[in-house]
């Protein structure tokens, strides 16, 4: 008897755990760069969905300034998606950093 409420119990956490991921793709976060003349936004598994780059800051003479404001704005992006999907499923993992879930 007491296998049948622990199993019931891992289903339980296993169907709420599934929920909470799929509520991170409607989630976004964003990562700016350049005082916000770049902007990233990315869902809560991390997928990059919109670019957002004002004009100001595109000069034809300087590509590389505006590579690396982009790039720098992606990665934010990322770190805080990551940081969004640890906060909502951490408390089904108790901490523990299991490989592809975040």
Not at 1 to 8: A, E, I
Not at 55 to 67: G, S, T
């Amino acid at each position: 008897m007491k296998m049948d409420k622990m199993l019931k119990q891992v289903q339980k956490v296993q169907a709420q755990m599934t929920l909470a991921q799929e509520a991170l793709a409607g989630e976004t976060v964003e990562g700016t760069s350049g005082g916000g003349m770049v902007a990233v936004r990315a869902n809560g598994h991390g997928d990059v969905i919109s670019i957002t780059i004002s004009k100001d800051v595109v000069d034809p003479n300087d590509v590389e300034m505006l590579e690396d404001l982009v790039l720098s704005a992606v990665k934010e992006s990322i770190r805080k998606s990551r940081e969004l999907a640890e906060s909502r499923l951490g408390s089904f993992t108790g901490g523990m950093n299991i490989p592809g879930l975040f």
